[in-house]
Every structure is written in structure tokens, then in C-alpha cells.
């Protein structure tokens, strides 16, 4: 079965301050890897797929990397308006419909 | 762009009442997705269909029927509804492409009564 564990599941850190978010995975033969931005009340955001390990991508503060069991997502220098759950999902090639999310982590930045 | 829309940001209705919830996107997906989520139970798959007039049954579909008569649209369907479908639902699609990403309306806030 497939499964998506992210941590923590909280994470407050002051403006400025670095850190990263993990997404571990079980899957039979990864198709992709999502990361989603969801502010609340709203619909998740999409942020970078990932499909082999060693690929990463950029976007303003935010970098996601891929090993074959693990997604980091880095968030640099955080500012308040980075605040949101950020969502991990796998799709794997036994399951080529559906995705698998994890719980998410609660990221609230400080000023 | 891509678009997905919900047909309504927040209702509230009645124990027992019939509810309809619609979902369009623009991309012409062949996949659409209804999820609901509550705190701490994350996204939940309620259906799921991959062409049209074909759906198939996600992890909650007790309480639950869908309908998807043209690509575009997709609709959920509260026959009688019950305080414990209170929640977020949320639409969402995507391509029948292998890894391609998949796209989330807004939500919808139910509140049953």
C-alpha cells in the first residue's frame, strides 16, 4: 500500500529563519511527487512535481528535492506570507488515477 | 490559465436535504476527483471519475453519488444529508497522462444543519 508521511506536522519559525519539511514515501514505482501550498479555507495551490531522485526545483523561496525514498521541501528566509499547510503527494505506477496525499505541515512564520 | 470552479464557496443546509455540488474545469481533463477534508483526517477521496458517464468509488463513498454526463463537469451528490458531512469539499483534475499534475478548485464550506 501506498503511503506519504510528512513532518513535523507543525513548524513555526521567525522571518528570516530557514528550515526544511520532509515528505517520506512508500510507493511501487513513483510516477510523480507533488508539493501543494493550501492557505486556509481555500484550495491547495500547486507548487513542483518531482519525478526521479536528485531532481530539484526553485521557485522564489521555496526548493524541492526528490531522493528515492524522501522530498525535502527548503524554504529560505521565510517571510509571514509563506504561511500555510504545504501538502505532499505521490502518484504511483500501481495507482496511475489516483494520488496518495500526506497529512501536511502547519508552517507559520513569525514577524 | 488553468481553472477549476466550484459552484459555491460556503452553504448551509438542512439534516435530510438533497445537495448538489458542482465542479467545472476547463482543461479538458479526463480525470476528476471529489475529496472532502476535515481536521486532522487530511484529503480524503470520496469518487473519482476517468471519462465521462464512468466513476469509480474512493475511500468514503457511503453517503455519496456523483454524476459526470459531459467532460467538463462533474457533480457530487448529497442524497440525504447528515451533520457528519459537514466539512471542506474539495474538486480537483487532471490529465489521464502518467504524472501530470493535478489541479484543486477553491472549496466548498458545507455546513449541514
Known amino acids: 500500500e501506498d503511503q506519504v508521511t510528512q513532518s513535523p506536522e507543525a513548524l513555526r519559525l521567525q522571518e528570516g529563519e530557514s528550515s526544511s519539511l520532509n515528505c517520506s514515501y512508500t510507493?511501487?514505482?513513483?510516477?510523480?511527487l507533488f508539493w501543494y501550498r493550501q492557505d486556509p479555507g481555500k484550495g491547495p495551490e500547486f507548487l513542483f512535481t518531482?519525478?526521479?531522485a536528485g531532481e530539484e526545483k526553485e521557485k522564489e523561496r521555496l526548493k524541492a528535492t526528490l531522493t528515492k525514498k524522501e522530498s525535502f521541501l527548503h524554504i529560505t528566509a521565510p517571510k509571514p506570507e509563506d504561511s500555510a499547510t504545504y501538502l505532499c503527494?505521490?502518484?504511483?505506477?500501481?495507482?496511475?488515477?489516483?494520488?496518495?496525499f500526506g497529512s501536511g505541515t502547519q508552517l507559520t512564520v513569525l514577524p | 490559465d488553468v481553472k477549476v470552479t466550484q459552484s459555491s464557496r460556503y452553504l448551509v443546509k438542512r439534516t435530510g436535504e438533497k445537495v448538489f455540488l458542482e465542479c467545472v474545469q476547463d482543461?479538458?481533463?479526463?480525470?476528476m476527483f471529489w475529496y472532502r477534508q476535515d481536521p486532522g483526517l487530511g484529503l480524503r477521496l470520496i469518487y473519482f471519475?476517468?471519462?465521462?458517464?464512468?466513476?469509480e468509488k474512493g475511500d468514503i463513498p457511503e453517503g455519496y453519488s456523483v454524476s459526470r454526463e459531459k467532460k467538463e463537469r462533474f457533480s457530487l451528490i448529497l442524497e440525504s444529508a447528515s451533520t457528519n458531512q459537514t466539512s471542506m469539499y474539495l474538486c480537483?483534475?487532471?490529465?489521464?497522462?502518467?504524472?501530470?499534475?493535478?489541479?484543486f478548485g477553491p472549496g466548498t464550506r458545507l455546513l449541514v444543519l
Open positions: 482543461m479538458d481533463h479526463e480525470n
Open positions: 510507493v511501487s514505482g513513483l510516477r510523480g
Open positions: 480537483a483534475s487532471r490529465t489521464g497522462v502518467p504524472g501530470e499534475t493535478q489541479y
Open positions: 518531482l519525478y526521479s
Open positions: 471519475s476517468y471519462d465521462v458517464k464512468m466513476k
Open positions: 503527494a505521490v502518484q504511483a505506477a500501481g495507482s496511475a488515477r489516483q494520488l496518495t
